[in-house]
C-alpha cells in the first residue's frame, strides 16, 4: 500500500500557505509553522489571480483582507506624457492574505503536525521562504525596490494606479487598501550622489512637484528587484515553491500568481510521485516548467525596460537580462501537463 506523504513546508508567505493547505486538502500530514510576522507588501494583482486564489482555497479575496478594485492605469513609460488605459487588478496586502490562508488551514482541522524535534521525518520538505530561501539563484539583474506610502497625490483618485519613468528610477503608485497611496520605486543599484532613501522622494517630486517631501518610506533597506530562479528548485524529497524558485520583476510579474500556480504544481509534483510515478521525470518537468515561466518573464521585462524613455540608467539590467535569456532560452518542459489538480502525462 502507498502511504500518504508526509510534508514539511518552511515559510509563511503565500505560497507556504497555499502549500499547507492543498497538501492537506489530499489527506497528507503536514508540518507548517505559521509566521507571526505582522508585515504587510501591498501587491496588484489581475481577477484571474483572485478567483484562481478563490477556486483553491475557498477564500474571496475582498471578503478576508482590505482591498480595492483598480480600473485605469496611467503611465508614462516610453514618453514623459502620461496615457490612460482601463484595467482590472486588486490591490491588497500580500502578507495578510497568506496569514487569512493560513487560518482556513488550521480552522479545518487538517492533520497538522507540530515541526519538533519529535516529529516524525518528512518525505518531502517544501521550501517556500520567499527570494531570501538559501539555495543559489541566476538573477537577471541587481535592481532593487524601495516602497512607502503617502496620504494623497493630485489626479490619483482610488481607482487609479501610475506607473512612469523617472530619471533614475520607474515608480508605481496605487491606492492602498485602507488609506492613502502605496508607493514603489525600482532603481539600479545605490549609485553615488543620491542614497535609496532619497529614490523614493525625488521620483515622487518629479512627477507631484513639492510632495516628494510628504513621503513616508517603509522601514528596512532597498529589497531585491530583479527575477530570479533557483536552477536547484527541485530534488529527491525537497521541492522550492513561490519566490524561493523563482521571483518576479514588480513591473511585469504576477508574483502572487506564480506563488499559488507554483505551490499548485509543487503538490501535483508530489502526489504523482506518491501516487508511484518516477521522480527524475516528474522533478525534471517542474524545474522546466519554472525555467520557461522565468525565460518568458526576463525577455518581457528586458523589452519593456529597452523601451522606456530613461533606458540608458538601465543598460546594466538589460545586459544582464540578455545573458539569462541566452541561457535559458533552450528549455522547454516535456512529458507532462498539469489537469486541474493532477499532473497528467502530456
Ligand atoms: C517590491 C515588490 C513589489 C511587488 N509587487 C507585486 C505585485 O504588485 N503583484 C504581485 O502579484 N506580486 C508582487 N510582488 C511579488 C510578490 O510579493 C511575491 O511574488 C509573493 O509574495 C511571493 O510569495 P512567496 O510566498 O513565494 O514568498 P514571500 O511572500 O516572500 O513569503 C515568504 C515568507 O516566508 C518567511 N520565511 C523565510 N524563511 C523562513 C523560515 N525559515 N521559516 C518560516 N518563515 C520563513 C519570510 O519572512 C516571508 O514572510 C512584489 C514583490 C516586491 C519585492
Not at 517603509?218 to 533557483?230: I, K, L, W, Y
Request: charged residues 20%.
Amino acid at each position: 500500500m502507498i502511504r500518504s506523504p508526509r510534508i514539511e513546508i518552511v515559510g509563511c508567505g503565500i505560497a507556504a500557505a497555499t502549500s499547507a493547505l492543498l497538501a492537506s486538502q489530499r489527506g497528507y500530514a503536514v508540518s507548517f509553522e505559521r509566521g507571526s510576522n505582522p508585515s504587510e507588501r501591498i501587491v496588484s494583482v489581475p481577477r484571474d489571480t483572485v478567483d484562481l486564489v478563490q477556486g483553491l482555497t475557498g477564500l474571496s479575496i475582498v471578503r478576508t483582507v482590505p482591498s480595492r478594485w483598480v480600473t485605469a492605469r496611467r503611465v508614462a513609460w516610453e514618453s514623459r506624457e502620461f496615457s490612460s488605459m482601463p484595467l482590472e487588478v486588486l490591490v491588497f496586502d500580500a502578507d495578510a492574505l497568506a496569514r487569512a490562508i493560513a487560518e482556513r488551514f488550521v480552522s479545518q482541522e487538517f492533520e497538522v503536525i507540530a515541526a519538533t524535534e519529535n516529529a516524525p521525518p518528512s518525505d518531502w520538505t517544501v521550501v517556500a521562504e520567499g527570494r531570501t530561501a538559501g539555495i543559489a539563484r541566476v538573477t537577471a539583474g541587481v535592481r532593487q525596490a524601495v516602497g512607502g506610502w503617502v496620504a494623497g497625490l493630485p489626479g490619483l483618485d482610488e481607482a487609479t494606479m501610475v506607473v512612469a519613468c523617472v530619471p533614475h528610477a520607474w515608480i508605481f503608485a496605487a491606492p492602498h487598501p485602507v488609506s492613502g497611496i502605496t508607493l514603489i520605486a525600482v532603481h539600479p543599484p545605490a549609485r553615488s550622489g543620491v542614497a535609496p532613501r532619497d529614490i523614493l522622494g525625488d521620483a515622487v517630486d518629479f512627477l507631484w512637484p513639492g510632495f516628494g517631501a510628504s513621503v513616508k518610506r517603509h522601514s528596512g533597506r532597498s529589497v531585491p528587484a530583479a527575477p530570479s530562479f533557483a536552477p536547484d528548485c527541485a530534488s529527491h524529497g525537497r521541492i522550492a515553491a513561490g519566490e524561493a524558485a523563482v521571483s518576479f520583476d514588480p513591473l511585469r510579474g504576477d508574483g502572487v500568481g506564480h506563488a499559488v500556480r507554483g505551490a499548485l504544481l509543487a503538490q501535483s509534483i508530489i502526489a504523482a510521485i506518491a501516487s508511484g510515478a518516477d521522480q527524475g521525470p516528474c522533478l525534471t518537468y517542474y524545474r522546466s516548467r519554472l525555467v520557461c515561466a522565468f525565460a518568458e518573464h526576463v525577455q518581457t521585462c528586458s523589452a519593456h525596460y529597452r523601451r522606456a524613455w530613461n533606458a540608458p540608467v538601465w543598460c546594466d539590467e538589460i545586459a544582464l537580462m540578455s545573458e539569462c535569456i541566452a541561457k535559458t532560452a533552450a528549455e522547454r518542459p516535456l512529458g507532462f501537463r498539469l489537469e486541474g489538480r493532477e499532473l497528467v502525462p502530456a
